[in-house]
């Protein structure tokens, strides 16, 4: 292993243990619970593929006259995630984004997609995503994450946007988790399957090839360079503390709703 990334696991691991050990997953017990959940996490969702998306802009030629660009290695690298985030396969096999698929998720669960929507609206009609976050009655927790995520795309250091797709936004779902949604699949198989679908597939994919791909791209884009190595190790614990930001507001949320039926 690189000593470099040793070094950021070690840096980043108080900000991971926070999310693995966070209190939210002990308080999903229902579906409405489910929904409240995936209302908050499909912006980071989202702004994923934003993330991804501008990485292979600056490692690969996207324009043309096409022209080599960059390293090879890095441009296989992000272009083999970039094809598994963008077109995977649904339960179905349908072509789908990941995206794609949560917003399908969403749906069958009976979470109210209505303001993802919206924002992705505007967005298409040319509005500037801090603009259209900020006429979007959203929580704090969750425009903040969006923003730091294209704060970051904005200043366009294509090391520390590597640095945030693989140590930021690496599949932290523990076990736990896991476990609730698959008892909640049982007992409402017709709601909860696309969305138990989408966290196998991301575990299975992003958790998995993906993070080691990721690595690798870091470690190439990094090199030698302490400066680039302490920006990415920067970087990454504040995607991990905003992650853990809005869990806590997932939390907040929830808890009324627990109190009330308690």
């Known amino acids: 292993m690189n000593p470099h990334i040793d070094k950021i696991n070690q ?4 900000q991971k243990a926070l999310i693995v050990k966070h209190p939210l997953y002990a308080q999903i017990q229902n579906l409405e619970h489910v929904r409240i959940f995936m209302q908050n996490h499909v912006y980071a969702v989202w702004d ?14 996207t324009t043309t006259p096409w022209l080599p660009k960059g390293s090879a290695e890095t441009r296989f690298l992000i272009n083999e995630i970039v094809v598994g985030e963008e077109s995977d396969v649904d339960m179905n096999g349908i072509r789908k984004s ?19 929507l919206g924002l ?18 959203l929580p704090t927790s ?16 294509p090391h520390v946007l590597s640095a945030i797709f693989t140590f930021g936004r690496e599949d932290l779902i523990p076990d ?16 909860i399957a696309p969305f138990k679908y989408y966290l196998d597939r991301h575990i299975e994919v992003d958790g998995d090839h993906h993070s080691h791909l990721a ?3 870091t470690a190439e884009l990094c090199g030698t360079d302490e400066k680039k190595w302490e920006e990415a190790t920067q ?3 504040e995607a991990l503390r905003l992650r853990n930001n809005l869990w806590t507001g997932v939390l907040e949320e929830i808890m009324p709703i627990s109190a009330a039926l308690s």
Request: hydrophobic share 45%; proline share 3%; net charge negative.
């Open 176 to 191: 736990m988790f896991m476990a609730l949604v698959n008892d909640l699949n049982l007992r409402f198989p017709e709601k």
């Open 142 to 157: 969750v425009k903040e994450f969006v923003q730091f995520t294209f704060r970051q795309i904005a200043e366009n250091k």
């Open 11 to 14: 840096s980043i691991a108080p």
């Open 98 to 116: 990941h995206f794609e698929m949560y917003l399908d998720a969403m749906e069958q669960a009976g979470a109210d997609n209505t303001m993802i």
């Open 120 to 137: 992705t609206e505007e967005i298409r009609n040319g509005k500037p995503v801090e603009a259209a976050l900020e006429q979007m009655n």
């Open 215 to 217: 690595l690798q791209m």
């Open 48 to 61: 994923f593929m934003s993330l991804l998306k501008s990485l292979q802009q600056n490692l690969t030629c």
């Open 235 to 237: 970087a990454s614990m």
